[in-house]
T-cell receptor, first 116, second 109 residues
Framework: GAGVSQSPSNKVTEKGKDVELRCDPI?????LYWYRQSLGQGLEFLIY????????KSGLPSDRFSAERTGGSVSTLTIQRTQQEDSAVYLC??????????????FGPGTRLTVT | LAKTTQPISMDSYEGQEVNITCSHN???????ITWYQQFPSQGPRFIIQ???TKVTNEVASLFIPADRKSSTLSLPRVSLSDTAVYYC??????????FGTGTRLQVFP
C-alpha cells in the first residue's frame, strides 16, 4: 500500500494568511503525529492523535496552530495568521499503536511552508 | 521526560564502522529506543529499535547496556550514501516524543 502522503508539498503564503496542511496516514494506522523542522534543525514535536481520542496539543507552539483528524484517518494542521517564524517543513507520521516507543513511525515527505 | 543527548556531528571514511552513542539517563521502564535516519529534503526513516541488550538487522546494530541509560547505533562499513542525520528517539509514557538533537554523519571517500 501507499505510504504517508502530505499535501501540498510546497506552500508559499503571505504573512497573516491562514494555511492548511494535509496528511493522509497509512491505512490502518491508529496513531498520527505532526512535527515541525526548521532549516538545519531537529524535529519539533507538535501534536499526536490516537484513533478518535482527543489529541495531545501540548506541543503546539501557539494558539494559532490547531489540528484535527477526521474519522480517525486524514489530518489537517491549520496555522492561522501565519508569521515568518512559522516557515519550516511540517512532517506527518503514522504508526500502528499508541505505544509510540514500540512501533515504527512512518514519515511523509513533508510540506515546506514559506511565509513571506 | 526522557531527554536524549547525541554528538552533534561525526566524520568517517568509507568502509569504516561508525558508532553513534545516545544518552538517555531518564529512560522509563516501558520505553523503547529507536533510531531514525534522515536525508536532506526527506522525512526520517526507521533504522532499528530495541529495548535491551543487542539488536541487529540488515543495516545496523543497536547496543543497549543493562542500565539502559545510553544506547549505541553501530553502522558497519559505511558508504557515502550513509551520510545523513541520525536521530535517537526514546518512547515514553508521556505525551511528547523526544527526538535527540540528531547526529550529522559525514562519510568521506
Amino acid at each position: 500500500g501507499a505510504g504517508v502522503s502530505q499535501s501540498p508539498s510546497n506552500k508559499v503564503t503571505e504573512k497573516g494568511k491562514d494555511v492548511e496542511l494535509r496528511c493522509d496516514p497509512i491505512s490502518g494506522h491508529t496513531a498520527l503525529y505532526w512535527y515541525r523542522q526548521s532549516l538545519g534543525q531537529g524535529l519539533e514535536f507538535l501534536i499526536y492523535f490516537q484513533g478518535n481520542s482527543a489529541p495531545d496539543k501540548s506541543g503546539l507552539p501557539s494558539d494559532r496552530f490547531s489540528a484535527e483528524r477526521t474519522g480517525g484517518s486524514v489530518s489537517t494542521l491549520t496555522i492561522q495568521r501565519t508569521q515568518q517564524e512559522d516557515s519550516a517543513v511540517y512532517l506527518c507520521a503514522s504508526s500502528l499503536t499508541l505505544l509510540r516507543g514500540q512501533y515504527e513511525q512512518y514519515f511523509g515527505p513533508g510540506t515546506r511552508l514559506t511565509v513571506t | 521526560l526522557a531527554k536524549t543527548t547525541q554528538p552533534i556531528s561525526m566524520d568517517s571514511y568509507e568502509g569504516q564502522e561508525v558508532n553513534i552513542t545516545c544518552s538517555h539517563n531518564n529512560i522509563a521502564t516501558n520505553d523503547y529506543i529507536t533510531w531514525y535516519q534522515q536525508f536532506p529534503s526527506q522525512g526520517p526513516r526507521f533504522i532499528i529499535q530495541g529495548y535491551k541488550t543487542k539488536v541487529t538487522n540488515e543495516v545496523a546494530s543497536l547496543f543497549i547496556p543493562a542500565d539502559r541509560k545510553s544506547s549505541t547505533l553501530s553502522l558497519p562499513r559505511v558508504s557515502l550514501s550513509d551520510t545523513a542525520v541520525y536521530y535517537c528517539l526514546v518512547g515514553g509514557s508521556t505525551d511528547k516524543l523526544i527526538f535527540g538533537t540528531g547526529t550529522r554523519l559525514q562519510v568521506f571517500p
